[in-house]
């Protein structure tokens, strides 16, 4: 219905670039993406669209659910016209979707601040702190490593987002405890070589988030 509605104009989409295909709708996960103009008809239209939906598949639109997110040049009373016309309201920027937020925004430390905080609560488990080793490195490599690897394949993290985590991990590599300090006889950069060349494998974050993203661009080719 949508593609079709998007090829005859009667829901036209929108382009986020000069020459880049016109999309009204993405599905994702279980969930779907709808993008249309603030135009009052047209949203008329796309309701008209979801309503045939509705009857012919049996599946409703949950409008607890259904959140709207409007670009900086809506003004404030055509946002709360269109809120109204849906019963939906609109999404907050540091809301998380999936675990992630769905408005990145100018300030991407903001954004992804969770992370780093996720990585610290995991790392200060009274169990991890009694760990030879050998089992910080497994905990390092499978948790601290593994928390912030979904995101990195989405987005450019911060770079001092990425020096926070790597500068958690090495303190507790070393033992490190509350104000505590302890020596650290290795720089980071050398850990994170292979244990071929007498490193322990550990992952330099800003060339594996480079890595992770360029993958995903080599799917797209």
Request: with cysteine.
């Amino acid at each position: 219905l949508l593609k079709e509605a998007e090829r005859s104009r009667y829901v036209p989409g929108i382009q986020i670039c000069s020459g880049a295909p016109k999309l009204n709708h993405l599905p994702f996960v279980d969930d779907s993406l709808i993008f249309c103009t603030t135009d009052v008809d047209t949203n008329a239209k796309l309701q008209t669209l979801l309503n045939q939906y509705e009857v012919a598949s049996r599946q409703q639109l949950n409008k607890e659910k259904t959140s709207i997110v409007f670009s900086a040049n809506v003004d404030m009373g055509k946002r709360q016209t269109i809120m109204n016309l849906w019963s939906s309201s609109q999404v907050q920027q540091y809301e998380k979707y999936l675990g992630f937020p769905p408005l990145v925004g100018m300030s991407r430390s903001s954004a992804f601040a969770d992370i780093k905080h996720r990585v610290w609560l995991k790392l200060q488990g009274w169990k991890g702190n009694m760990l030879s080793q050998g089992g910080r490195e497994i905990r390092l490599k499978a948790i601290a490593l593994g928390i912030p690897s979904y995101a990195m394949s989405c987005f450019k993290l911060p770079s001092k987002l990425c020096t926070g985590i790597e500068s958690m991990m090495a303190r507790y590599w070393w033992g490190q405890k509350n104000a505590k300090k302890k020596v650290h006889w290795i720089s980071w950069k050398k850990m994170c070589q292979s244990k071929s060349v007498a490193g322990m494998g550990f992952k330099d974050l800003e060339t594996f988030n480079m890595a992770m993203l360029a993958k995903q661009a080599w799917r797209l080719l």
